[in-house]
């Protein structure tokens, strides 16, 4: 019997501890904006709401392949930011704030980083200096959000255009 149990303590450990490692490490702005001091990184954004139905199944699908969770927590500092959080941001010598419209509302900061096009779920991908590289609209598969996320988590735009990329690129989601 003390056996079973012990086996079976066993299992759920491990069990727990994959569910853990198939996450991504998602961290706030101002965690972010630390963490770039110590170690500079690109940063990916998921810009989300709590009403967005595609955002919940981006996170139940895409951000939960371990593909992409691996290739996100290496390479990029992975942030998740509520488009209509009511939270101030203070970025670059500006404070951005919740601006009540209609119902809801929107934040200036994920209205700043999408140029005044919010749609849901958006991601922002940035360099390592907290610059915009590009921003993408809309639920991506994992096997589409491999290319992206290497495309630029591994400098290829700097030298390669997106067609030839794609066309060469061995993804390792099938």
């Known amino acids: 019997m003390k056996k079973n149990i012990g086996i079976l303590l066993v299992l759920i450990f491990v069990v727990l501890g994959n569910v853990n490692a ?4 998602w961290m706030s702005w101002e965690d972010m904006l630390k963490k770039q001091k110590v170690e500079k990184r690109k940063i990916i954004i998921d810009l989300y709401t709590d009403w967005c139905g595609w955002c919940k199944r981006m996170d139940k699908t895409t951000f939960r392949n371990p593909v992409i969770v691996d290739y996100i927590n290496k390479k990029y500092y992975a942030v998740k930011f509520n488009a209509e959080q009511h939270e ?19 934040h200036e900061f994920a209205a700043a980083l999408t140029q005044n096009n919010l749609s849901y779920p958006t991601y922002v991908f940035m360099t390592s200096d907290v610059q915009i ?8 598969q994992a096997r589409e959000f491999e290319y992206i996320l290497n495309f630029f988590g591994d400098d290829i735009y700097k030298e390669t255009k997106w067609g030839k990329f794609e066309k060469d690129f061995k993804p390792k989601i099938k």
């Open 22 to 25: 198939q996450k991504v490490n």
């Open 88 to 106: 101030d941001v203070i970025f670059d010598g500006n404070v951005f704030k919740f601006v009540p419209q209609g119902r809801r509302g929107y």
């Open 133 to 140: 590289l590009q921003v993408f609209a809309g639920y991506q």
